[in-house]
């Protein structure tokens, strides 16, 4: 389980990346609304991080926008090592997260069920008041 100060120092890496991704990094084959940054896991001894991101979007477009978040892996690193007091910037890792999708699956199959095997009304409760 994680430490408290490892869920703060996990946040404020999201927090902090995020504003490096929204505001530094500008590339016109990315569309900056299909990227979430969904967890930031830092290793115990804070040199390394997994950044997990979700992108929204066809499995091209998923491999391309990951593509372009590697490429620009330094400008993330450089932004951090200035905007955060770590005693060392980990070094980023950035992951597709695949747990939205898993979501969209689960919900899509229970639309199903539901639509396969339509729920019976209830019948109406026996009035209790006298």
Do not use: C, W
């Amino acid at each position: 389980m994680a430490t408290k100060r490892m869920i703060r120092v996990n946040e404020l890496l999201k927090r902090e990346i995020v504003d490096v991704l929204y505001r530094r990094i500008h590339d016109e084959d990315m569309d900056m609304a299909a990227v979430t940054i969904t967890e930031v896991i830092t290793s115990p001894d804070l040199r390394q991080a997994r950044v997990l991101v979700s992108i929204r979007g066809h499995h091209e477009d998923r491999n391309s926008y990951l593509g372009v978040l590697n490429r620009n892996h330094k400008i993330f690193q450089r932004e951090l090592n200035r905007a955060t007091k770590l005693k060392y910037t980990p070094h980023l890792t950035f992951e597709l997260d695949p747990s939205i999708e898993r979501g969209d699956r689960v919900l899509r199959i229970i639309e199903e069920m539901e639509r396969e095997n339509p729920a019976e009304e209830a019948p109406d409760e026996p009035d209790t008041e006298n």
